[in-house]
């Protein structure tokens, strides 16, 4: 039986091509445990425009069949696949790229300056920490004290 990391490498590998075919691009995968359920969760995304439902039923549908073809998990799982959102979780290195010079919400372990979530422009990211401007102020977030970060949406 496939485990976790596995699981989501299988995807992938399942979908490369599809994906392709379609305009579409892998965002991020995650194989997890929610409760009692196993959950392969699956986000697409795409150069122009945003992810509709047929995009996602189509994805799901190939997937679905293919991953019923080689039968990587032994377990009962659920399939989501999904857009990102707007305010999408930037987890990879590409996503940090992709990304650099807009507005994020960055949640940390432990509060700065009575603050456990920081809003700012994203200056630059490395190994150590994460670089945002916060109302003109520059502040270096250490990497080992983000939770996580994710695109601000403002209106």
Request: net charge negative; hydrophobic share 35%; aromatic share 6%.
């Amino acid at each position: 039986m496939a485990k976790g990391k596995k699981v989501v490498e299988v995807a992938e590998e399942i979908l490369a091509g599809f994906l392709r075919e379609n305009g579409l691009t892998l965002y991020d995968a995650e194989y997890v445990k929610e409760g009692p359920d196993r959950v392969l969760r699956i986000y697409i995304d795409k150069e122009e425009g945003y992810i509709g439902t047929e995009e996602c039923e189509k994805v799901s549908r190939y997937l679905s069949e293919k991953m019923d073809e080689l039968d990587p998990i032994e377990e009962n799982y659920v399939l989501e696949v999904s857009s990102p959102g707007l305010d999408r979780e930037l987890r990879k290195e590409e996503h940090f790229q992709k990304y650099m010079g807009e507005l994020v919400e960055v949640s940390l372990y432990k509060a700065i300056d009575g603050e456990k979530k920081l809003m700012g422009r994203m200056i630059s990211k490395d190994e150590t920490c994460l670089k945002i401007d916060v109302e003109g102020k520059e502040i270096c977030l250490e990497n080992d004290q983000i939770t996580k970060v994710n695109l601000a949406v403002t209106i």
